[in-house]
């Protein structure tokens, strides 16, 4: 009996399982999308960049870990010319419409006709028994054709996997020997670590790992990995060497990579560049005329904080009383409501205000913060205190370095990890004048008291 093979048989093309329907995402639209994503753009707002909905682009960034695949990164190479783009693919599907035969579409494109030929039957939609070609259809084939999975050296190397996942998530263990649990955390795709109770292991960075194979392993070459192949093994998913809860022994928790670009515009929504320290005048720089001050809080215990203020000619300390508001600790904290705690953006301006306004004007000429949110409300506070208010770049404490160092005198009075709130505002004042009735070097062993009294004669 002769047995009739579907047409779809003769394309040329190995009979594949149904891979389902075409991405949503083509490269065009994904290569947009992770150029988006590198210039710092949240994958949301990278996804309407690149042509495509919200929930696609939060799928494309987690599915990949954070990373971009090795073909859209910035160290890929050009598509080469000698591959049909998606441009030529829409040209042959509309002339083979037409009725041109392959020779004239070749002449047209440039190609040869045995290119155009091996097109229209490699690439072509079977679904249906025939060869319908389709332009998108046709390049969601040649992407996949173009794929070169290769099994990475974790899944190969059984060995190196248990080295790699032993100090990864290893149990801590007592100096006699027993192994200590730690908290019992539930692993969750989405928990950022350093909030939450973390998992205890030995918890290596992957760093530390591939540097030390070579020690332990100084004559077997094949027990050597990179740290970049691991965390690529821990983020992205498909790759099946390492499970992806093993992202929670990480000392930053993350599962996802945090693109460098997101982090450097990570900056406060109310911070503008006139107002940076860039900006600040040069007489508070070499501290020769008085009246320029650095704040910042200290915080403790129950999220309770202390305000502080150091006049940087002088070294005069005054302090901010932060009571918490009435409904603390009664209920949870809501998302976004109320900052009961005392130290909101409200509280601060109102203690900055009060505490400011007792000086002369000429002691009131700017103010040094960092970027904290409790300073959202400068504006307001430039209005009521007469005081120019300047923000330190981030992650940049030195530029506020006579603060910080009365920061740590502070902690003398008020140590880590106490109850802040337990003290009156009268006993606050009373540790300021302490301090600036104590003898400096940098004064000339003169106190903060005496050199402001100077200053105001």
Same mark, same amino acid.
């Given at each position: 009996?002769?047995?009739?093979?579907?047409?779809?048989?003769?394309?040329?093309?190995?009979?594949?399982?149904?891979?389902?329907?075409?991405?949503?995402?083509?490269?065009?639209?994904?290569?947009?999308?992770?150029?988006?994503?590198?210039?710092?753009?949240?994958?949301?707002?990278?996804?309407?960049?690149?042509?495509?909905?919200?929930?696609?682009?939060?799928?494309?960034?987690?599915?990949?870990?954070?990373?971009?695949?090795?073909?859209?990164?910035?160290?890929?190479?050009?598509?080469?010319?000698?591959?049909?783009?998606?441009?030529?693919?829409?040209?042959?599907?509309?002339?083979?419409?037409?009725?041109?035969?392959?020779?004239?579409?070749?002449?047209?494109?440039?190609?040869?006709?045995?290119?155009?030929?091996?097109?229209?039957?490699?690439?072509?939609?079977?679904?249906?028994?025939?060869?319908?070609?389709?332009?998108?259809?046709?390049?969601?084939?040649?992407?996949?054709?173009?794929?070169?999975?290769?099994?990475?050296?974790?899944?190969?190397?059984?060995?190196?996997?248990?080295?790699?996942?032993?100090?990864?998530?290893?149990?801590?263990?007592?100096?006699?020997?027993?192994?200590? !649990?730690?908290?019992?955390?539930?692993?969750?795709?989405?928990?950022?670590?350093?909030?939450?109770?973390?998992?205890?292991?030995?918890?290596?960075?992957?760093?530390?790992?591939?540097?030390?194979?070579?020690?332990?392993?100084?004559?077997?070459?094949?027990?050597?990995?990179?740290?970049?192949?691991?965390?690529?093994?821990?983020?992205?998913?498909?790759?099946?060497?390492?499970?992806?809860?093993?992202?929670?022994?990480?000392?930053?928790?993350?599962?996802?990579?945090? !693109?460098?670009?997101?982090?450097?515009?990570?900056?406060?929504?109310?911070?503008? !560049?006139?107002?940076?320290?860039?900006?600040?005048?040069?007489?508070?720089?070499?501290?020769?005329?008085?009246?320029?001050?650095?704040?910042?809080?200290?915080?403790?215990?129950?999220?309770?904080?202390?305000?502080?203020?150091?006049?940087?000619?002088?070294?005069?300390?005054?302090?901010?009383?932060?009571?918490?508001?009435?409904?603390?600790?009664?209920? !949870?904290?809501?998302?976004?409501?109320?900052?009961?705690?005392?130290?909101?953006?409200?509280?601060?301006?109102?203690?900055?205000?009060?505490?400011?306004?007792?000086?002369?004007?000429?002691?009131?000429?700017?103010?040094?913060?960092?970027?904290?949110?409790?300073?959202?409300?400068?504006?307001?506070?430039?209005?009521?205190?007469?005081?120019?208010?300047?923000?330190?770049?981030?992650?940049?404490?030195?530029?506020?370095?006579?603060?910080?160092?009365?920061?740590?005198?502070?902690?003398?009075?008020?140590?880590?990890?106490?109850?802040?709130?337990?003290?009156?505002?009268?006993?606050?004042?009373?540790?300021?004048?302490?301090?600036?009735?104590?003898?400096?070097?940098?004064?000339?062993?003169?106190?903060?008291?005496?050199?402001?009294?100077?200053?105001?004669?």
């Amino acid at each position: 009996m002769n047995v009739v093979r579907r047409r779809s048989a003769r394309s040329g093309r190995a009979p594949l399982p149904s891979p389902g329907r075409p991405s949503v995402a083509g490269r065009d639209e994904q290569n947009r999308f992770w150029l988006a994503i590198a210039a710092g753009l949240s994958s949301e707002d990278a996804a309407l960049e690149a042509g495509l909905s919200q929930p696609v682009g939060s799928r494309l960034f987690r599915k990949a870990g954070g990373m971009p695949p090795a073909m859209f990164r910035s160290s890929a190479k050009v598509l080469s010319g000698r591959y049909l783009s998606l441009v030529e693919r829409e040209e042959i599907a509309l002339l083979k419409v037409q009725g041109h035969s392959r020779q004239e579409i070749g002449r047209r494109l440039g190609r040869a006709a045995s290119t155009i030929s091996r097109e229209l039957r490699r690439n072509a939609a079977t679904r249906g028994g025939g060869l319908e070609y389709r332009a998108t259809t046709a390049q969601w084939h040649a992407n996949r054709s173009a794929r070169r999975p290769k099994p990475t050296k974790l899944a190969l190397n059984a060995t190196l996997r248990t080295y790699v996942e032993e100090r990864l998530a290893g149990g801590v263990v007592a100096p006699s020997g027993a192994l200590v !649990p730690g908290p019992a955390v539930l692993w969750k795709g989405r928990r950022h670590g350093p909030r939450k109770d973390r998992r205890w292991a030995k918890a290596w960075s992957p760093e530390q790992i591939a540097r030390r194979l070579p020690i332990d392993f100084p004559d077997d070459k094949t027990m050597r990995i990179s740290h970049e192949a691991i965390y690529q093994a821990l983020f992205v998913q498909g790759r099946g060497a390492l499970r992806r809860e093993l992202t929670a022994c990480l000392r930053t928790g993350r599962v996802l990579r945090m !693109p460098r670009a997101r982090v450097r515009r990570r900056g406060k929504g109310f911070v503008s !560049p006139e107002i940076m320290i860039s900006e600040r005048p040069a007489e508070a720089a070499d501290r020769a005329v008085p009246g320029h001050w650095e704040g910042d809080l200290i915080l403790g215990l129950g999220s309770s904080a202390i305000g502080t203020l150091v006049e940087r000619t002088t070294r005069f300390t005054m302090l901010l009383h932060l009571p918490r508001l009435a409904g603390h600790g009664e209920a !949870p904290r809501a998302k976004n409501g109320p900052a009961l705690a005392g130290h909101g953006a409200e509280a601060v301006r109102d203690a900055i205000t009060r505490t400011v306004i007792t000086l002369p004007e000429e002691l009131r000429r700017s103010l040094t913060w960092d970027q904290g949110a409790e300073m959202a409300q400068h504006d307001r506070l430039k209005i009521d205190a007469g005081i120019q208010v300047y923000f330190c770049d981030p992650q940049s404490p030195w530029q506020r370095g006579t603060n910080e160092n009365t920061n740590g005198l502070l902690r003398q009075y008020f140590p880590k990890g106490t109850d802040l709130s337990i003290h009156s505002a009268d006993e606050i004042s009373a540790v300021a004048a302490a301090l600036n009735a104590r003898p400096r070097k940098t004064l000339g062993w003169k106190t903060p008291a005496e050199a402001l009294d100077e200053l105001l004669l």
